[in-house]
């Protein structure tokens, strides 16, 4: 068997690492190392990204991270009889959550669109939406689109002009950043800006919200503005800074499917810098209180 690196060592991550860790390093190594982003070095990043994908496959997964654990490498080789398929199921690409290990209650009803599916080869991901077969010795002319952070989740057609040759790309509802469209001739990467207020992880957004200390002492309702909506939230009386709510189905849709996403409302409780006379003086009467 040839020798490989350890699995942990590859996503820089401990033997005890958490999964949502191991989630993290991934996705940080397989930005870095995707060979579309390292054009000037694409042989070795095409090694490095085939290699963190393998080691994500294994150690995400608690059965094989067990068998890896006790046995290395040699339980996957062939050769040694032990061998099984490291990249049966697995998903690179799950939905996280970046205010993990925070408070959090949930409203209304969801799923997660990449539960259970194989994507198999990295560099195909997308075309498993979009239909069509890729081949790495055959590359195709590509061109990149720059979109709007809600143009993207919305879905848009925007008119290109490619080698003299005016096309209208239709963007889908729900394309990411690097998202890949296919076409005859040729394939356009979505690029997607940033936007002010959401962020977005997966089919899932994040968006901050402040809050008053007197509403977060003895809670109160408020108006929560959503990609199509503003909704009535109720803020619990005691809640915390960064606690975090879940508005199930509001988030961003899924490319071919009905399904949307969440959206988490993180609330920050807005201390202000400076006071009245009046509040300073009501606020020290509630510190006599002990409160």
């Known amino acids: 068997m040839v ?35 390292n054009q000037n070095n694409k042989k070795e990043a095409e090694t490095k990204f085939k290699e963190i994908n393998e080691a994500y496959q294994v150690i995400s997964d608690d059965k094989k991270r067990k068998t890896y654990d006790q046995f290395g490498h ?29 408070t959090t209650y949930t409203y209304t009803s969801g799923q997660n669109p990449f539960e259970n599916m194989d994507f198999g080869d990295p560099f195909d991901i997308f075309e498993q939406f979009f239909g069509g077969g890729f081949s790495r010795a055959q590359r195709r002319q590509r061109y990149s689109l720059s979109v709007e952070f809600i143009e993207a989740i919305k879905g848009v057609t925007k008119e290109v002009e490619i080698e003299g040759k005016k096309h209208k790309i ?30 977005r992880d997966g089919y899932d957004l994040f968006v901050d919200q402040k809050i008053s200390v007197s509403t977060a002492i003895l809670g109160s309702q408020i108006d929560i503005k959503t990609i199509d909506q503003v909704l009535k939230l ?38 202000p810098e400076k006071l009245s006379r009046e509040q300073r003086n009501e606020l020290e009467k509630l510190q006599s209180l002990g409160l």
Do not use: C
């Open 74 to 102: 040699a339980a996957f080789d062939p050769s040694s009889g032990m061998g099984s398929n490291p990249f049966a199921g697995g998903n690179p690409f799950g939905g996280g959550n970046p205010f993990s290990g925070q």
């Open 234 to 271: 109720k803020v619990r009386p005691g809640t915390k800074s960064h606690t975090m709510v879940r508005l199930r189905g509001e988030g961003v849709p899924h490319i071919n499917s009905n399904a949307k996403g969440d959206l988490y409302v993180r609330f920050i409780i807005d201390i």
């Open 170 to 199: 239709k963007v889908p509802a729900g394309a990411n950043d690097g998202t890949r469209l296919r076409f005859n001739d040729f394939d356009i990467s979505i690029n997607v800006k940033t936007h002010p207020i959401f962020r």
């Open 3 to 37: 020798n490989k690196r350890d699995y942990y060592d590859i996503l820089g991550v401990k033997k005890d690492a958490s999964k949502a860790d191991i989630k993290a390093a991934y996705r940080k190594a397989a930005l870095k190392w995707h060979p579309d982003k």
